[in-house]
């Protein structure tokens, strides 16, 4: 099984959001027949049948083994990735690519719907390939006193950064993608913070 499948194409991302399908993917993160799905979700056979072959189709389940059952051979299924990851960009759709401002949320959920992509697609190769993806991640959270600080501290982490990168950055390496985005921290009190 893989670690996560990128959904970049909108067929596909409609066939596995269907209700009936995302309770059939969710059963499917341990492996069961069609008939043990439907007993478990009280639907007909038939139709989590015809559910399975769909999903199959797209690459969203794969056979894990196929038994003799009374007469019949009654194929295993599971989810084909421990995570199945809409690309950003089936939801934007190009709304934000004129953006360039640093301190624009449109532009940071840009960067980050470009670096999900671009990381799941490359994770995927990698484990083709059997090798891991060498990616790093920082995270930190900082309290700025006055809403003008938040501009200071962009420029001297963009001059900061600058530094390290210079110090790094040779001509003949492989180059790496390094993104730096801030937002407001959800507010635990707020529900509406958490959606």
Request: proline share 6%; charged share 25%.
């Amino acid at each position: 099984m893989a670690e996560m499948v990128l959904m970049d194409e909108p067929e596909r991302v409609r066939l596995a959001l269907s209700p009936p399908r995302r309770q059939i993917l969710d059963r499917l993160r341990e492996p069961a027949s069609a008939a043990q799905v439907a007993a478990e979700l009280g639907m007909p056979r038939q139709r989590v049948g015809y559910h399975f072959r769909m999903l199959e189709r797209a690459g969203l389940i794969e056979l894990v083994e196929e038994r003799s059952r009374r007469g019949c051979v009654e194929r295993i299924m599971q989810v084909a990735a421990s995570a199945l990851l809409v690309d950003p960009g089936m939801l934007i759709q190009d709304t934000f690519t004129a953006i360039a401002d640093r301190h624009a949320a449109e532009h940071l959920v840009e960067v980050a719907a470009g670096t999900v992509r671009d990381v799941a697609r490359m994770n995927a190769n990698a484990e083709r390939q059997g090798v891991r993806l060498l990616t790093f991640t920082l995270e930190a959270e900082v309290r700025f006193a006055e809403p003008g600080d938040v501009h200071e501290f962009t420029d001297q982490l963009a001059a900061a950064m600058a530094q390290v990168v210079a110090r790094f950055d040779h001509a003949g390496g492989r180059p790496y993608r390094l993104v730096a985005g801030g937002h407001p921290a959800p507010h635990p009190s707020r529900p509406e913070d958490q959606k």
